[in-house]
Structures are given as C-alpha cells and as structure tokens.
C-alpha cells in the first residue's frame, strides 16, 4: 500500500544514511520514497487513479416516484449490500457506527429499496472473530436501514464473508442464479463483478460512494495534497492489486 512502501522507503534510507557509508543508495531511497508520497498525496493524480476504476459501470440515475421502472432493476427482487466496515460504540446510532463508504452504500441501497418495494436487502459483512457479542457489519447495516424506513421482515444478513471473494460464495447460497443489484463503492465494482460472475451470479451494478466526480469544478487547489488524496490513492492501488491476484488465480 502507498503509505507503508513510502515509509519504508523513508525509513530504510535514513537508516543507510546515518549507520551505514552507502550514501548514494540512502539518498536515492528518501528522494524516492518522498516523491512517491507526494504523489499518492496529490488530489489530481488520486483522481486520475481511481477514476478509470469508476467508470467501469455507471450509475443507477434517478427514479422519480410515479416514473417507469429501468426494466433491468423491475424485476429485481434482492438489493446485495456488500460490506463496508463499522465500529462498536454503544452510545451512536447504528447510521453513525458505519464508516464513511459503509454508510454511502445504504443510502445507494436504501434508495433503490424504496423504489422496488418487492425487493429484500441482503445486508452483508462480518463481525469480529474475536468478539463475537460485538454486532456484525451486516446487522449494523440491517439497524440503519430499519431506522432509515425500511421494513426488518424485508431483511436478510449474511455474515460469513470476510472478504468479496467469500461474499460472493455466501450470497449466491441465498439468491441462487436469480438476477439481483449489488451495492458497493464505485471504485470496488469492477473487482465485485468479476468475483460475482466467476461463482456463477446474475449481479447488476448500482455504484456509490463515488470519490471522482466527472462534474467537479477544477480549481487550482486540485493540484494540492491532503490526507484524503493519499487514502484514495490506497483505494486505487488495493483495488488494482487485489484484481491483479484474482486474475492469476484465474477468478476472473
């Protein structure tokens, strides 16, 4: 990831430089370790790298009441919601224990439920191995949903993946080849996609959680860094990383 091979690079290199006498090679690693950092930092090449991820599929546009169904959702009766982490603070609401990305996939998923009032969510993500009492990232996920309208009885959890690959395995146990919407962050698609139809299911994409919007003004202050730059930028690099690994082991 970004953050940790920049810091090794920092930290080996000034490790070099202050124990050892290869100076050219100590050098080289801090200019190139900070470089890379100001790079994965930079607002303008994160977005230039995880936009191509986000274009893959586009989004479900809006469905004004009373209008016409796209006849690719009508006949959709399961809205997946893949999961996206959540913490454990028994004084928040279960809306404000989801993470940011976790909480964008609901409301995508909340939206898309109230339009097809015959679908059931199937809220997904795992508790904590260790703590089981904690509740899991699916029943989060099935509380905000509750508190945000929709019907507990419309509900299902699946709480056995740990990961998009056991995911994919755990919801076609429940849907079977039946066609269904999947839920999750844009730039995670294209990876979900791949894993979903490699087991055998019929997902539809509806994207969320969008970080690089094609309608964003451009201002100079998108040539700046930030934390939030370097954070899209893991984004970015995991996702490439983990498509790049289920492609040699032939999941794709």
């Known amino acids: 990831m970004p953050l940790p091979l920049c810091l090794?690079?920092?930290?080996?290199?000034?490790g070099l430089l202050l124990?050892?006498?290869r100076g050219k090679l100590a050098r080289g690693l801090v200019i190139f370790g900070t470089l890379?950092?100001?790079?994965f930092s930079n607002k303008f090449v994160s977005h230039a790298?995880?936009?191509?991820?986000?274009?893959?599929?586009?989004?479900?546009?809006?469905?004004?009441a009373g209008a016409p169904l796209p006849a690719l959702l009508s006949g959709c009766r399961f809205v997946v919601l893949l999961g996206g982490g959540s913490g454990n603070d028994p004084d928040l609401s279960a809306t404000?224990?989801?993470?940011?990305?976790?909480?964008?996939r609901l409301t995508e998923a909340t939206r898309i439920l109230h339009a097809l009032p015959q679908a059931r969510l199937i809220a997904s993500g795992?508790?904590?191995?260790?703590?089981?009492?904690?509740?899991?990232?699916?029943e989060f996920y099935v509380?905000?949903?509750?508190?945000?309208?929709?019907?507990?009885?419309?509900t299902t959890m699946t709480e056995d993946g740990h990961d998009t690959e056991e995911e994919a395995l755990a919801i076609k146990r429940l849907v079977g080849s039946a066609p269904f919407i999947v839920v999750t962050s844009a730039w995670h698609m294209p990876r979900t996609m791949a894993l979903f139809h490699y087991v055998g299911l019929s997902p539809i994409p509806c994207p969320a959680d969008f970080s690089a919007r094609r309608g964003d003004t451009q201002k100079w202050t998108a040539f700046l860094w930030d934390t939030g730059s370097l954070e899209r930028s893991t984004w970015a690099v995991r996702e490439r990383i983990g498509y790049l690994?289920?492609?040699?082991r032939g999941r794709t």
């Open 36 to 39: 890379l950092l100001m790079l």
């Open 8 to 14: 090794t690079l920092l930290v080996v290199g000034l």
């Open 19 to 21: 124990f050892t006498r």
């Open 126 to 138: 795992p508790g904590d191995r260790n703590r089981p009492e904690v509740p899991s990232n699916a």
């Open 96 to 104: 404000n224990q989801l993470s940011s990305s976790a909480l964008a």
């Open 143 to 154: 509380r905000a949903a509750v508190s945000l309208g929709i019907d507990r009885d419309r």
């Open 49 to 64: 790298l995880v936009r191509p991820l986000e274009a893959v599929y586009p989004a479900i546009p809006e469905l004004p």
């Open 245 to 248: 690994w289920i492609w040699l």
